[in-house]
């Protein structure tokens, strides 16, 4: 069964950092793509990065260039999200998925095969 799992999300104080992973199985993560995307309430889901198979490309939303840091760990059949400098307009549901190979229209949600669940991001003093 493929599955997509998302954690690490929290409640954490603006200037402060959380680390997002993005747990993959049921397929083989080597071959895939996987892309962040967040939504915030009352708006639409939006992509914030994107990493490609070989981790050779990334790819990061304006609004998150200099702050976030995408990696992934195909061992672990792992992909992570490190994000500094945390702004209250981060706040937002934060979803992994996948597409093959590379970052084809990253934030394009219809390129993708695959998604998790979410895990909520709060950014509050």
């Known amino acids: 069964q493929v599955q997509l799992v998302e954690s690490g999300g929290g409640l954490v104080q603006p200037g402060g950092s959380l680390r997002l992973s993005c747990a993959a199985s049921?397929?083989?993560?080597?071959?895939?793509?996987i892309g962040w995307f967040r939504q915030a309430p009352g708006k639409e889901r939006e992509g914030v990065s994107c990493?490609?198979?070989?981790?050779?490309?990334?790819y990061y939303d304006d609004s998150v260039k200099g702050r976030f840091i995408i990696s992934r760990d195909n061992a672990k059949n792992t992909v992570f999200l490190q994000m500094d400098t945390l702004k209250p307009e981060d706040t937002a549901v934060y979803y992994c998925?996948?597409?093959?190979?590379?970052?084809?229209?990253?934030?394009?949600?219809?390129?993708?095969?695959?998604w998790g669940q979410g895990t909520q991001v709060t950014v509050s003093s």
């Open positions: 990493i490609s198979y070989s981790d050779a490309f990334t």
């Open positions: 998925a996948a597409q093959l190979y590379g970052c084809s229209d990253y934030a394009g949600m219809s390129a993708y095969d695959y």
């Open positions: 049921g397929f083989n993560l080597d071959l895939y793509a």
